[in-house]
């Protein structure tokens, strides 16, 4: 597939804002996916190609929070595995489900995020009691998040930060360092199954991967400097876009 410089250029942008805001709060898949699909790249290979260039960004995310002491491997390696085995399940199951089924869950699901920070704006400011068990949270939650990023993905994130808030009790800065690691495990297994699938356009995964790397680079600094104050309104804000987008092209 050849395209022109400009389209490039267009598609470097969109990776380099998509990492920033994705690393603050989720939701970089709604500005590359349909700027891939505006690209003209067919939709399971869009699905694919976002992959690529999402791995590098939460790798790069990931990576500046090992270095800073803000995540333990083994704090996180069963919540990791938990991921990406959801994960892969979803990306191996997306051409035997009717993608029409998320009309209506992805929607509500996202106006329920943004319902509860707006209607709970303390919620993550402090450490709570967890409201499930870890093993409940690992064996259930993690992998069911998985599924969806691996079947489709825009959300992830703050599907990730939001549940560990809600269920598990963490600050929303903890959550949201924590989310990064666990995307990255989802986004690990989907491109694996759509590799193995040839579904990747790797021209253009390759442009990408270098702005979604950057952008996450910036992104993680943000989140580092700003912690929940900056995460917040950025987290509702998305979760509010998405919902648009969803009912715009619906």
Known sequence: MELSLEILSWLFVAALVAGFIDTLAGGGGLITIPALLLAGVAPLEALATNKLQSVFGVATASATLFRRRLLVWQEMRALFFAALAGSA??????????????????????????????????????ETRPRIRALTYQRFWVPVIGFYDGMFGPGTGS?????????????????????????????LAALAVFALGGELVWSIGLVMLVGQALGA??????????????IRPLLVTTCVLMLIRYFWTG
């Open 159 to 187: 599907f990730f930060a939001t549940s560990a808030v809600a269920l598990r009790g963490y600050t929303l800065l903890d959550a949201t360092v924590r989310a990064k690691f666990l995307n990255l495990a989802t986004n």
């Open 217 to 230: 680079w910036l992104g993680t600094q943000a989140v580092l400097k700003g912690g929940s104050r900056l």
């Open 89 to 126: 399940l979803g990306a191996a199951s997306v051409q035997l489900i009717n993608p029409q089924m998320l009309d209506w869950v992805i929607p509500l699901v996202l106006l329920l995020i943004a319902a509860y920070y707006l209607l709970a704006p303390k919620a993550g400011d402090l």
